[in-house]
């Protein structure tokens, strides 16, 4: 079977606050997960992320509140959606605003909000090789 693709980002305001959400599909998990998701066909996974964030947390290219969107890399491993295991290629950017933005939940996403880098530990650990070459986290 061919592994996901998905997309997703590493959000972050110039405090060094990050965006976390968290879904309703699986409300027991603690951790944080970082807001976006599959690419549909046809799709970069730089569109795919766009939209995902504007899906999950109406977050669209907030113009000059934006700072740099980098492309980090991309990262085969396994992820367990709704307690089923899917070998997965997850595509990351990181995203740096220069001012706030408003988080609104969807749907699917139960809460999405700014949290302390140091609640990402865990949910950033999968991306340690990724993240080797940023500077402030």
Same mark, same amino acid.
């Given at each position: 079977?061919?592994?996901?693709?998905?997309?997703? =980002?590493?959000?972050?305001?110039?405090?060094?606050?990050?965006?976390?959400?968290?879904? *309703?599909?699986?409300? $027991?998990?603690?951790? *944080?997960?970082? /807001?976006?998701?599959?690419?549909?066909?046809?799709?970069?996974?730089?569109?795919?992320? $766009?939209?995902?964030?504007?899906?999950?947390?109406?977050?669209?290219?907030?113009?000059?509140?934006?700072?740099?969107?980098?492309?980090?890399?991309?990262? +085969?491993? *396994?992820?367990?959606?709704?307690?089923? /295991?899917?070998?997965?290629?997850?595509?990351?950017?990181?995203?740096?605003?220069?001012?706030?933005?408003?988080?609104? /939940?969807?749907?699917?996403?139960?809460?999405?909000? $700014?949290?302390? /880098?140091?609640?990402? +530990?865990?949910?950033? =650990?999968?991306?340690?090789?990724?993240?080797?070459?940023?500077?402030?986290?």
């Amino acid at each position: 079977m061919k592994p996901r693709q998905r997309a997703k =980002a590493l959000i972050t305001r110039r405090d060094g606050m990050h965006v976390g959400v968290r879904g *309703w599909l699986e409300p $027991w998990r603690r951790r *944080w997960s970082l /807001p976006g998701g599959g690419l549909e066909q046809g799709e970069t996974p730089e569109e795919a992320l $766009w939209r995902e964030l504007e899906e999950e947390i109406a977050f669209t290219c907030p113009g000059d509140n934006l700072h740099t969107t980098t492309y980090l890399g991309a990262h +085969t491993h *396994w992820v367990f959606y709704i307690g089923l /295991p899917y070998k997965t290629v997850t595509h990351l950017f990181r995203i740096e605003l220069r001012g706030d933005i408003t988080l609104s /939940p969807s749907r699917e996403i139960r809460v999405a909000q $700014w949290v302390h /880098p140091d609640a990402f +530990t865990e949910t950033l =650990a999968e991306y340690t090789e990724l993240l080797k070459g940023i500077q402030k986290m």
